[in-house]
């Protein structure tokens, strides 16, 4: 009923930039905070950028300054904007949403598939 899509992805090297598109799509009645997490081999996924259905943003520590995340409510799409990238940026980067969906008022947390970044040095 409901589904996360991303895309942007790809192979980039150290310094350049990508943006990542998170689409949610089906029968969504509203959307909360948005976020974009990444995986990387070996490691736990942990949270990069996340944005509240205000306006609200949060980052880690390791991407401050570099990485801005986005909304356009209209779209219920989600954008990272990732500059200056490192190689320790390689990760697959999902996408994370609450929504509610159909006639409930109650929001659940739904995950993209994942898009996979690589940075080259």
């Known amino acids: 009923q409901v589904q996360l899509v991303e895309s942007g992805g790809g192979l980039v090297q150290a310094g350049g930039s990508l943006r990542l598109s998170c689409l949610a799509s089906?029968?969504?009645?509203?959307?909360?905070?948005m976020g974009w997490y990444r995986q990387a081999p070996g490691k736990q996924r942990e949270l990069v950028a996340s944005?509240?259905?205000?306006?609200?943003?949060t980052y880690a520590d390791s991407v401050k300054g570099r990485f801005t995340i986005s909304r356009d409510n209209a779209k219920n799409t989600a954008y990272l904007q990732m500059n200056s990238l490192k190689p320790e940026d390689t990760a697959v980067y999902y996408c994370?949403?609450?929504?509610?969906?159909?006639?409930?008022?109650?929001?659940?947390?739904?995950w993209g598939q994942g898009t996979q970044v690589t940075v080259s040095s």
């Open positions: 994370n949403a609450d929504i509610a969906w159909d006639l409930s008022t109650r929001r659940f947390p739904y």
């Open positions: 089906g029968s969504i009645r509203s959307i909360g905070a």
């Open positions: 944005i509240t259905s205000g306006g609200t943003t």
